[in-house]
């Protein structure tokens, strides 16, 4: 499996440690937040739950894509993920490579 990921992503081991742990400490941060935000804007259990799910799910969705862009940066994977970024920008925008 490991094998497979390096050649895909054409990296050598080391980078692909770096990468899988980018990943991971971003998921976990990105629940973290997504859970804690709503007690930070002041939201308590008589808010609807509709909003509550709203704003778990921005920060879930979309700062994400944020937050796996700042962690990259400490394990020294920037380039990687911002070159994941644009692909995933390209495919929401459905516009091809080129």
């Not at 400490?25 to 709203?54: C, E, N």
């Not at 644009?86 to 490579?97: A, E, P, V």
């Amino acid at each position: 499996m490991f094998e497979k990921l390096k050649a895909k992503w054409k990296v050598d081991g080391t980078q692909l440690f770096l990468i899988l742990c980018t990943f991971a400490v971003t998921g976990t941060l990105t629940a973290w937040i997504s859970r804690s935000l709503p007690g930070w804007l002041g939201f308590t259990d008589a808010t609807h739950w509709g909003w509550k799910l709203l704003v778990r799910l921005i920060v879930l969705i979309f700062g994400y894509q944020v937050i796996i862009l700042i962690v990259s940066v400490f394990f020294g994977q920037f380039r990687f993920f911002w070159n994941y970024e644009k692909k995933i920008l390209r495919w929401l925008s459905g516009r091809k490579k080129g």
